[in-house]
């Protein structure tokens, strides 16, 4: 499976954005779809995840309430929204898949990963 993301860029404190995540893929429903992100220095970090349905995300408690994780399995997509967002959600947002059947946080169970897009908060 080979991952696209896209839609970073900069925003000011309080702002939105959406994110996309296009897969190859033609059985892209099977995968369990996720959300990481990595700031310098730290380790890459669960955001949010979605199982085939787009039922039941799972989200950090970081950014609950904050963002959205939807997919649309017509096309392939997975998608996170992101609102009232604050300079510590500055980082790299990376798209993963999984070969699971149901959503997970753990960043071992993704097999495929996007190369990741470049998100800037600024105070």
């Known amino acids: 499976v080979q991952l696209q993301a896209s839609g970073g860029g900069l925003v000011q404190a309080g702002g939105s954005l959406r994110l996309s995540c296009a897969a190859s893929?033609?059985?892209?429903?099977?995968?369990?779809m996720g959300w990481f992100r990595r700031t310098p220095g730290k380790e890459r970090e669960f955001v949010a995840a979605v199982n085939w349905s787009g039922a039941n995300p799972l989200y950090a408690v970081a950014v609950k309430g904050r963002f959205t994780i939807s997919r649309d399995n017509a096309k392939n997509k997975v998608y996170l929204g992101m609102d009232s967002l604050i300079p510590e959600d500055t980082a790299v947002y990376y798209c993963?898949?999984?070969?699971?059947?149901?959503?997970?946080?753990?960043?071992?169970?993704?097999?495929?990963w996007g190369q990741g897009t470049l998100v800037t908060v600024s105070s």
């Open positions: 993963a898949a999984a070969s699971r059947g149901y959503a997970t946080t753990r960043i071992t169970d993704y097999n495929y």
């Open positions: 893929e033609r059985t892209f429903s099977n995968y369990v």
